[in-house]
């Protein structure tokens, strides 16, 4: 799949974050990506020991943070796999998370290369 800033992005959000700069110099948006890239890893990290520690509890927990934590910056795609990680674990289903795991940090990475071109 081709991701695209349109596929990625609420632009409804973000231009509300930057919206919140009186300046017009993006300096508060600036921080709350930075900020929100400081604590993926760890985010990610939750997410990925919880699946393997087969702790589904902890999964929908972890997942369902960062999924708030993207909606919040306005990386909509990301919020939707996790949204997905989230419902899996609810669910008990943590068979094939390999592939959503991975799919997930593509998306961080496709997401955040997307938001320093705007």
Not at 102 to 113: C, D, K, P, V
Request: charged share 30%; proline share 2%; hydrophobic share 35%.
């Amino acid at each position: 799949m081709e991701y695209t800033q349109e596929n990625l992005l609420d632009f409804v959000i973000i231009n509300g974050l930057r919206e919140l700069d009186d300046d017009g110099s993006d300096s508060f948006f600036k921080e709350i990506i930075t900020l929100y890239c400081d604590q993926y890893p760890e985010m990610y990290g939750k997410i990925t020991n919880a699946v393997k520690e087969n702790k589904p509890d902890d999964l929908s927990k972890a997942a369902h943070a960062l999924k708030g934590a993207s909606l919040n910056i306005g990386a909509k795609e990301l919020a939707s796999v996790c949204k997905t990680i989230e419902f899996k674990g609810k669910d008990n289903q943590l068979e094939n998370m390999d592939y959503l795991l991975e799919t997930l940090n593509t998306i961080y990475i496709a997401t955040m290369s997307e938001m320093r071109k705007i």
